[in-house]
């Protein structure tokens, strides 16, 4: 049985795909499982039992589509590097929160294989959206937050003018609408998680 996250709010359809893609990886591939419940101090807990059954990946309810994504990819790093042993609990705080903890040095590990997986040149199913994947131009523009938000206001009125100008028929199909919705879609799961970018 597939748990699905519950949308707190209006989210764009590009980004919950993404999720849904991601998340689909992480039950599928890593057998992660995924249920969301309210999580005052934290974002996700990561579960993993005594024997060999599915990990239970719980998400904060209030957490966005592009939060989830970040945490899922997270995540999946932990378990590439072994850090799921059978009766822990891995905590995870709110993105880019620097740990004083004795786990600091395993989430700063996860973070390095999870901006790697993001970029990662493969097919990955945890990889960043392959029309945006390879490009320069936009990764050095998430890389900084002032170029981050104002990148991110510049495709919100590129969106707004493409729905505006009645313009999406026409354009819905293309690469270049395609690319706008990829764009979107990484520029706000990095200004969630600000630790994917360089």
Known sequence: M????????????TLLAEEERVRRHLEERLAVRTRSAPLPDVRA???SPADEGAKTLVVASDASAAERIYLYVHVAAHVALGHHLPLVTIVEGAPGIERLDADAH????????????????????????LSVRGSALLRGLVSHGFTRAALRSVLFALRAAYYDLRIERAL?????????????????????APQLSD
């Open 2 to 13: 597939a748990a699905h996250m519950i949308v707190p709010r209006a989210e764009s359809h």
């Open 45 to 47: 807990l990561l579960v």
């Open 106 to 129: 395993r989430h700063l590990e996860a973070e390095r294989l999870a901006r790697a997986m993001w970029w990662g040149r493969n097919d990955g199913d945890l990889a960043a959206p």
């Open 172 to 192: 819905a199909r293309t690469s270049l609408a395609a690319w706008l919705r990829d764009a979107l879609c990484v520029t706000a799961v990095v200004a969630v």
